[in-house]
């Protein structure tokens, strides 16, 4: 037995940990490491002349899916899902035994999306994905915040109210568009309300994070559930760094994916959120081993 530690940084400090593994000779322990995403294939060279280390570079999507599966298996602690995500007052992490789990609907969110159709241990293929991710949030937000890091613009969003931002179906309509079942919360426009100067002097910073994250997190939620119906599959496990710390997006994902589906489907997170990835190439590492 043992423990798996996790650690983060961002990518633009890597030269900084490749040199301090050089400092501390961490080669000497140490010559071989298996890594995964686009960063092993990017950073091979830094790694082989910096550190002296040498990369086995292991596809992404595979570990991803084999670390979420060990790791959901490890204990009923690691997958939840989210009760009244609507009520701020009410809602409340309920653990969920991730038993017998394909089909699922795999969606990891990093600077962009990926969505899986994993039908199996080594039976899964990507349906699709999009380019607006959480790299989409935190850019957006430095443009229009002056913020610079993910934390600081969570922290924004997490003060902000999109609502004024956002044009709603009720600020077209008067209120809810009954024939087609739209609440009159429903956005119709993201940022639609920044056509007038007026409204645009009267937001804040915190408004405009808001209303980023909000957008991001609605499309990643609409082009899920399209893929659930298009698959026939109900469980959808959400997954992926953009979710760290990001307790607004799960409450928008998990209220989203009960209600558009008239409570047949609920929306399933991991405590480890961003580190299946890793996880997925210990596991290969122990494997070969």
């Known amino acids: 037995m043992g423990n798996l530690h996790f650690i983060r940084f ?8 490749l040199k301090m593994t050089r400092d501390k000779q961490f080669s000497g322990l140490h010559t071989t490491l298996c ?59 309920k653990p969920f035994q991730l038993e017998n789990p394909f089909p699922f609907l795999l969606v990891n969110i990093g600077s962009g999306v990926s969505i899986l159709a994993v039908h199996g241990r080594d039976n899964f293929r990507r349906v699709t994905g999009t380019s607006l991710g959480g790299g989409t949030f935190h850019g957006l937000c430095c443009l229009l915040t002056g913020c610079s890091t993910f934390e600081e613009a969570l922290e924004m969003a997490s003060h902000g109210d999109s609502t004024r931002v956002d044009k709603l179906v009720k600020d077209i309509y008067g209120g809810d568009y009954d024939r087609f079942g739209l609440p009159g ?33 609605n499309n990643i939620g609409s082009i899920t559930r399209m893929c659930a119906r298009n698959e026939n599959i109900e469980r959808v496990v959400f997954v992926g760094n953009f979710l760290r710390g990001n307790m607004l997006s799960m409450k928008l994902l998990a209220y ?34």
């Open 256 to 289: 989203s994916m009960e209600y558009w589906s008239a409570g047949q489907m609920k929306a399933l997170f991991l405590q480890h959120e961003g580190y299946f990835g890793a996880v997925g190439s210990l596991l290969e590492l122990l494997k070969s081993s």
């Open 10 to 17: 961002p990518t633009q400090d890597l030269t900084t940990f």
């Open 35 to 93: 890594a995964t995403g686009g960063g092993a294939h990017k950073f091979e060279a830094d790694f082989r002349t910096i550190a002296g280390l040498q990369l086995v570079q292991l596809d992404e999507l595979d570990c991803v899916i084999r670390g979420v599966l060990f790791m959901s298996s490890s204990g009923p602690s690691e997958c939840f899902y989210l009760e009244n995500p609507k009520h701020s007052e009410q809602c409340f992490l």
């Open 185 to 217: 919360w429903t956005v119709a426009s993201s940022f639609g309300n920044m056509i007038s100067k007026e409204q645009r002097d009267s937001v804040s910073k915190e408004d405009l994070a808001r209303a980023a994250l909000v957008a991001v997190t």
